[in-house]
C-alpha cells in the first residue's frame, strides 16, 4: 500500500532552518505531484508547496514565499521541505501528501495519500 513517511521536524529558534523529507513507497513517485501542508492548533490546514513530478512547477503561498524551498528526487521516491527563517507562526504539524497528476493545486482535496505528520515548533 502506498505509504508516505514524514522526518526532519523538531524544536527550533526564530530565525533557524529545518529540512523536512517525506519518503514515499507503494506509488509510482515520478507520475505523482507532491505537496506540504500544515495544521496549526485552531486553524485550517494550509498548503505550504507543492512540486509537480517533473519538478518543473512549484507553488508556495505568500505567507511562506522566500522562505520555503519544495524540492523532490524521483530516482529516490523522496520529497522535502526546505525551512529558512522560521517564524513562531510557522509552528504546527507539517504532512507530506500526494496526488495522482502533473498540477500545482492547492486545494487538500486533490491529494489522496496523506503521511502522518511531523511536529515543527518555532521558538521565539
Known amino acids: 500500500q502506498v505509504q508516505l513517511v514524514e522526518s526532519g521536524g523538531g524544536l527550533v529558534q526564530a530565525g533557524g532552518s529545518l529540512r523536512l523529507s517525506c519518503a514515499a513507497s507503494g506509488l509510482t513517485f515520478s507520475t505523482y505531484t507532491m505537496a506540504w501542508f500544515r495544521r496549526a492548533p485552531g486553524k485550517e490546514r494550509e498548503c505550504v508547496a507543492v512540486i509537480t513530478w517533473s519538478g518543473g512547477s512549484t507553488y508556495y503561498p505568500d505567507s511562506v514565499k522566500g522562505r520555503f524551498t519544495i524540492s523532490r528526487d524521483n530516482a529516490k521516491n523522496m520529497a522535502h521541505l526546505q525551512m529558512n527563517s522560521l517564524k513562531p507562526e510557522d509552528t504546527a504539524v507539517y504532512y507530506c501528501?500526494?496526488?495522482?497528476?502533473?498540477?500545482?493545486?492547492?486545494?487538500?482535496?486533490?491529494?489522496?495519500?496523506w503521511g502522518q505528520g511531523t511536529q515543527v515548533t518555532v521558538s521565539s
Open positions: 501528501a500526494a496526488s495522482f497528476g502533473h498540477h500545482t493545486g492547492s486545494y487538500d482535496g486533490l491529494y489522496g495519500y
